[in-house]
């Protein structure tokens, strides 16, 4: 499964893929500019304004995060 992930993920570098991001942005309750739509956490494409896509592997769950319906699929 790792293996596959990494293939998904692909070329960290790579700027066109959704996955790849510049900063990670911190929503924490209490913050003036806390939204509790998003969450608490997350990675963001600065250049395309948006959130990166991300996946996590639970133990027979694949929970997606993402800027756009389209994109989690």
Known sequence: M???EEFI???PQDEGRPFHYYVLKL???GQQ???P???W???WR???NC???DFFTYVDDVQTTGANAKECW
């Open 46 to 48: 600065s250049h395309h």
């Open 37 to 39: 739509s998003l969450p």
């Open 2 to 4: 790792l293996h596959a």
């Open 9 to 11: 993920r692909g070329n």
């Open 27 to 29: 929503n924490l309750p």
């Open 51 to 53: 959130m990166a896509n």
């Open 41 to 43: 956490v997350n990675k």
């Open 33 to 35: 500019d806390s939204l």
